[in-house]
């Protein structure tokens, strides 16, 4: 009787662990499971030590404090293990990309892949979508132009993976519309992409490369993004022939 309320147990807490998997944030999914690994990869570094199998404890040693961040022998050493995670070859040094409409000016940080917003018009003018709940955040849509839209739907999509599905009827849907914003200018795209005015082709690039790796649908991205990402590249690779 006892064996069968465990694996009872067990199957419920499998069940339960894996719709949180599903419900998940992308990003901070791939962010815990580094962590995890790298304090994993470091017990078991220390329990070989302590045997005495240096050969093995040390390479796993190096192995999980590069996932956890930290790295002896400076700060690119491990960054093709970081690119596994969606990393990218090379750490950004905190750069961001901005995207702005009449509603919203979203930040997207190239380091950890975390997409904020703030609102720059309306009664909520000067606040962070982080201080809004999912039904708040649907409710602003009807008030919102077709860009500003798409954006909030960037951010929700982010935020709250399964929000689509559970949304009441169609809200968003009905609202989408083909976001018309005119031509792109230079400086927007340099925002967009992260990058400095003047920045040679090679820059361009390897900017779009990475963050076509954040906007990937695997993790957590977006098509209207995307599309601006590749626009922004497109006119700055333009005036570089």
Do not use: C
Not at 46 to 53: C, K, S, V, W, Y
Not at 157 to 164: E, G, L, T, V
Not at 213 to 241: C, F, M, W
């Amino acid at each position: 009787m006892p064996t069968l309320i465990a694996g009872v147990v067990a199957v419920v807490l499998l069940y339960l662990l894996l719709q949180m998997f599903r419900a998940a944030n992308p990003v901070v999914l791939a962010r815990g499971i580094k962590i995890v690994g790298g304090v994993v990869a470091l017990a078991v570094a220390a329990f070989t030590g302590l045997r005495g199998e240096l050969a093995v404890a040390i390479p796993l040693g190096i192995f999980g404090a590069g996932l956890l961040g930290w790295s002896p022998f400076g700060p690119g050493s491990f960054s093709n293990i970081g690119g596994i995670f969606g990393g990218g070859a090379q750490r950004s040094s905190g750069q961001a990309s901005r995207v702005r409409s009449q509603f919203l000016d979203m930040s997207l940080d190239h380091d950890s892949g975390e997409l904020s917003g703030r609102i720059v018009d309306g009664p909520n003018t000067g606040r962070s979508l982080g201080e809004f709940d999912l039904p708040q955040l649907i409710a602003m849509i009807p008030a919102f132009d077709a860009e500003s839209v798409a954006l909030l739907e960037s951010y929700l999509d982010r935020r709250f993976p399964a929000w689509r599905q559970n949304a009441q009827g169609d809200t968003a849907g009905g609202q989408r519309r083909a976001a018309a914003t005119g031509k792109m200018t230079d400086e927007e795209a340099y925002q967009i992409l992260g990058l400095q005015p003047g920045a040679g082709r090679d820059d361009i690039s390897r900017a779009h490369r990475a963050l076509m790796k954040k906007l990937h649908p695997d993790q957590g991205g977006s098509t209207y993004l995307a599309a601006r990402v590749n626009e922004a590249k497109d006119i700055l690779l333009r005036t570089h022939l």
